[in-house]
């Protein structure tokens, strides 16, 4: 095992968690009632795709991070699983940028998949919205050396974090075709 990187102190961190996770929550909510109108240089619509791109890649980090756990690598796992961190931060400004830039897409009525489109949108937006605290919490067990809490927060919170990763990957594959 790797020695902590951080000193524990649950109460803060409970508290940091807990105020960005809602923050996160509240900005991305907002987002609905945000638009700027801006002539750019390029289709701002340029985000949505270097999102996608910013999740599968996160998704192959994910893969990878698992199997470096599995070899029992801790320190790739920890630089893997940051790695996926720090794309999931650069992923949240992009996704901010491209909604406040371009609005929504609606998917159209007569749409081949629509049923499909929005069962796969919906457990994503669900599961997206939930998952924060939970990645937060578990970076926080691994880096202070609560392995065991580290280990069963985990075992949750990836398989959540992989889905939310891959169904955007999909989510954006199935709208982007109506992107004005």
Known sequence: MLEPAIRRNDRLA????????VVVFLVVVSLKYIHLEVQLPFNPHVFA?????????????LLAGLIAIK??????????MLTAMALSCVFLISYIAHHVLCG?????????????YFIVLLTHIVLAAIILPFILFSV???????????????RITWPIWFYVAVSGV??????SPYYV
């Open 49 to 61: 795709t270097i999102n996608a791109g910013i999740n599968a890649t996160v998704a192959g980090a």
């Open 104 to 116: 929504d897409t609606s998917y159209p009525a007569d749409a081949p998949m629509r049923g499909l």
């Open 170 to 175: 999909v989510v954006y594959l199935f709208i």
């Open 71 to 80: 070899q029992k690598n801790y320190r790739l796992h920890k630089k893997i």
């Open 14 to 21: 409970k508290t940091l968690i807990w105020i960005s996770s």
């Open 140 to 154: 926080y067990r691994g880096l202070s050396g609560d392995y065991a809490n580290h280990k069963k927060l985990s």
